[in-house]
């Protein structure tokens, strides 16, 4: 992913006399963001976020942070109501399934064009989806989606068919961007184009996207032309800060208009925007999980093993010993503050239809005192040193990936430095600002892992599968941390084939079990989304669910769309409790031969290794 970009064609190339033109225009523009202008002296809502952008390419991106660029460029087939994610049309007016469900059809909606005036088609669908088929590096982030497909053809401009090889409960939510055939064929390697060498990018959703640059920020102007309606800032920019604080700074002075956090703000800094005039504190159930993931042994599709794990992380006494050491309660009172929940199963309470726990038998609580003797039982007693050694002698050191960016990181890696140090194993915290590297290399022992799930979780289930190893070590999967087992398989397969919504449901939480006692990945807490923005640069903004929900990251692009000025004379369109807007109007969603299909989906998606 993190290969240079590769150029479309000569025509498409910016020129290189015209870079230090554009490298001015583009310090202008900086400087105007900041100040709550864009050149022309239109609005700008400026984003301060803690990711930095891995791809531009919707074929490679999986941050929060560059999944969530995605939903503002590009239309998908259907998109989430925010008050409760239902399905509703975007690209798509409608759609219906043949008897058998083995055929989709789906009316395209007709005047959408793309941002250089031409018009957006099924063909353009049909591309896309085709592409990811029979293209590894398309399918790089979003392949489990088409991975059941058999065929997909575009009768009409506003007919898309996709044939299917067995059921799909997923094909009212299929996140996948669309992107313009007309520009992307001349693609030469999806593995490495990262989609942004020229601008402005063409696409055709409420955004489009003018300049980037990175580690630094993305800038994006309104598509006036957009089908739903024009958003009501003029420009949006993510802006990166390295130093949360920093960034917490930045909008206390009215540098930027939001923050996030990566992904939220600490109770500290939190509770030090609380009393300012003009800022508001949105703490709401978040759509995250945080949870430590154990490296089970990096190896690829082709059987080979690769980077360097310790070995005894393939004892399944010594992960469940190592999550029995680990004090949830502990994380969520000191680290988070209460701003969270105890980590149970995989799929975080937000989504109830799929919140799964384990029984009293089950579960992995905190004992310390178990945690030694399962470590005793595995063989790895400790020494004259008080030192976990294994039969060679070498004593239990693990290494630890986290985040530099991340506050609760590093928080977290204290307390398993003096809980795991009290069983007598050494931790040695890696926090590096790019852990992507390492994590797909495979070397790490454990590391700091978390998701945004989607209403529908099949997304954030299928990065477990052996399906989503790469094929060889040399190429990247959509794997999360190598897990693959047989299992937990055969109940994915089951569950994606399931349209009975609480049949789905029951296999999705057998998946949670399963997962659960493999002990690879321990859910130590659901973070709420904790965000902040300025109330007079920002007079509404729609969170999801509307209720109560978070701002960035969402299951769509309800919150910067619907984000209007604080000067704005327009009605507002109501507003809840919270003082955030909620005005979406949308279509009738059509499904014919299902009953009622509650199809919702992934992560924003996102989320993300990060």
């Known amino acids: 992913m993190g290969a240079a970009a590769l150029v479309l064609a000569s025509g498409l190339a910016t020129p290189a006399a015209a870079q230090p033109a554009r490298a001015a ?67 798509a007016t409608r759609w219906e399934s043949s008897p058998d469900k083995l055929t989709w059809t789906y009316t395209i909606r007709s005047g959408v064009k793309w941002s250089d005036g031409k018009p957006v088609t099924a063909e353009d669908a049909a591309w896309t989806f085709t592409t990811m088929m029979t293209d590894s590096g398309a399918a790089t982030a979003n392949g489990s989606f088409v991975g059941n497909f058999a065929k997909v053809t575009a009768p009409s401009p506003t007919q898309l068919v996709i044939r299917l090889k067995k059921p799909q409960a997923t094909m009212t939510a299929l996140d996948v961007p669309i992107v313009p055939k007309h520009i992307w064929e001349k693609v030469g390697d999806f593995s490495k184009f990262n989609n942004d060498t020229t601008f402005p990018i063409v696409g055709d959703g409420p955004f489009i996207l003018t300049d980037y640059k990175p580690d630094s920020y993305v800038r994006l102007k309104a598509n006036k032309d957009f089908w739903r309606g024009a958003p009501k800032f003029d420009e949006l920019v993510f802006r990166y800060y390295k130093d949360q604080d920093a960034a917490v700074a930045a909008l206390r002075k009215g540098e930027v208009s939001f923050v996030a956090g990566s992904p939220s703000l600490t109770p500290a800094q939190a509770a030090s925007l609380k009393g300012d005039k003009n800022i508001h504190v949105n703490d709401a159930p978040g759509r995250r999980f945080y949870a430590l993931a154990t490296n089970p042994g990096a190896r690829a599709k082709n059987g080979e093993k690769f980077g360097d794990g310790d070995p005894s992380l393939l004892d399944e006494r010594v992960r469940h010993a190592l999550f029995m050491a680990v004090d949830r309660k502990t994380i969520v009172d000191k680290v988070f503050q209460g701003h969270a929940v105890e980590g149970q199963g995989y799929i975080p309470p937000r989504f109830s239809q799929y919140f799964w726990k384990p029984s009293a038998g089950q579960e992995l609580a905190y004992d310390p005192a178990e945690a030694a003797r399962l470590l005793d039982e595995a063989g790895y007693k400790k020494n004259t040193d008080g030192k976990r050694v294994g039969k060679d002698g070498k ?83 959509a794997t999360d941390n190598f897990i693959c087992d047989k299992t937990y398989d ?107 299909l509650v199809a919702v989906r992934r992560r924003a998606t996102a989320d993300d290794r990060e």
């Not at 963001?33 to 791809?55: C, E, F, I, P, R």
């Not at 259907?78 to 409760?84: E, G, L, M, V």
């Not at 239990?396 to 430095?417: F, I, M, S």
């Open 25 to 91: 225009q583009t310090a202008q523009t900086a400087q105007a963001a900041q100040d709550g202008k864009d050149d022309k002296g239109g609005k700008v809502l400026t984003v301060a976020v803690a990711q930095s952008v891995d791809s531009l390419s919707p074929f490679l991106a999986v941050r929060l942070v560059s999944t969530s660029i995605n939903r503002l460029m590009y239309e998908y087939l259907t998109n989430y109501d925010p008050k409760d994610a239902h399905p509703v049309p975007a690209l």
């Open 490 to 596: 055969e109940l994915y397969a089951k569950q994606l084939a399931e349209y009975d919504p609480a049949k789905r449901a029951a296999l999705v939480k057998q998946m949670e079990s399963r997962l659960y006692d493999l002990g690879y990945m321990n859910v130590m807490a659901y973070p709420n989304a904790v965000e902040a923005y300025r109330t007079d640069q920002i007079k509404s903004i729609t969170t999801m669910p509307s209720a109560a929900g978070n701002i960035y990251g969402q299951d769509g692009y309800w919150s910067w769309w619907s984000a209007v000025p604080a000067d704005s004379s327009g009605s507002s369109g109501g507003s809840s409790s919270t003082g955030i807007v909620v005005g979406i109007v949308v279509g009738v969603v059509v499904v014919a031969g299902l009953g009622v």
């Open 395 to 477: 004593p239990l050191q693990y290494r630890v990936l986290c985040h530099a960016t991340d506050p609760n990181d590093k928080a977290v890696g204290k307390y398993l430095q003096e809980w795991w140090g009290k069983l007598g194993i050494g931790v040695t915290l890696d926090c590096l600002d790019n852990v992507t590297d390492p994590w797909l290399a495979g070397t790490y022992d454990l590391a700091f892992d978390g998701w945004s799930v989607n209403p529908d979780p099949d997304f954030v289930l299928s990065i477990h599968t052996c399906g989503a190893l790469p094929q060889t070590p040399k190429d990247t999967g």
